[in-house]
């Protein structure tokens, strides 16, 4: 987490995203580029994401952990972030794709699934993902942003399910969903309507690989 601040609002966030402290990971504060990428070498982690918050609010320094990291431990480690994007542009686009980057995957719920700032990335960054929650409101719209999606050369989509947290507890419980209380309490529509989408996908023989992410 390189930083945890974030210039989205979105209803299901989780996280606090009000968080000015220094980049941290495992619990684990790093100040230093260098010495987490020594860290991440240490461990012999195959792979690093760089999250926020919104990582692209700091920009500068998410490029100095991703360039630290691949010089450190060169084409081995799999280097991905995660954005909104509503930050990203060409140039910033083209430093990311310098320092490394191998994947970037946007959270498009935040910009109720447009996708004009992927598109910057199809063609510069090597693999280019959708990784959001399963919002059951958004089912409809999301069946034809899959087949955009299939289009614009996404990659890999990737459906979280929704849980239940103090950060999200206000907006959440006024929808009306139906909570399930394992580990987290999680909520069962997004289940639902996750793998209905995934049951879309192969329906309609889509070119397009779609994972659901249980919370489990």
């Known amino acids: ?19 000015d402290g220094p980049p941290v990971t495992n619990g684990l504060a790093f100040t230093s580029p260098v010495d987490y990428a020594a860290y991440v070498a240490a461990i012999g982690f195959s792979g690093v994401s760089i999250s926020g918050g919104e990582p692209l609010i700091t920009s500068e320094l998410t490029l ?18 995660y954005t909104n994007g509503t930050l990203l542009t060409a140039d910033i686009c ?21 996708l004009k700032k992927l598109r910057l990335a199809v063609g510069c960054i090597p693999t280019v993902t959708v990784e959001i929650p399963a919002v059951p409101e958004d089912e409809e719209l999301l069946r034809s ?19 239940l947290t103090p950060y999200n507890f206000g907006p959440l419980t006024e929808r009306g969903y139906t909570f399930l209380h394992g580990e987290k309490v999680t909520v069962l529509e997004s289940e639902l309507c996750a793998l209905r989408m995934v ?11 779609v994972n659901y992410c249980s919370f489990p």
């Open 94 to 114: 083209g430093r990311l794709r310098d320092a490394g980057l191998d994947e970037i995957r946007f959270d498009l719920g935040a910009v109720r699934y447009n």
């Open 199 to 209: 049951r879309f996908g192969l329906e309609q023989d889509l070119p397009l690989p």
């Open 145 to 163: 942003k899959m087949c955009e999606m299939a289009g614009a050369g996404v990659n890999h989509l990737n459906l979280h399910q929704m849980r």
């Open 1 to 19: 987490f390189v930083n945890g601040r974030c210039n989205g609002r979105c209803f299901y966030c989780p996280t606090a995203q009000d968080d």
């Open 64 to 81: 100095a952990y991703l360039s630290a990291v691949r010089k450190r431990c060169g084409s081995d480690i799999h280097l991905w972030l």
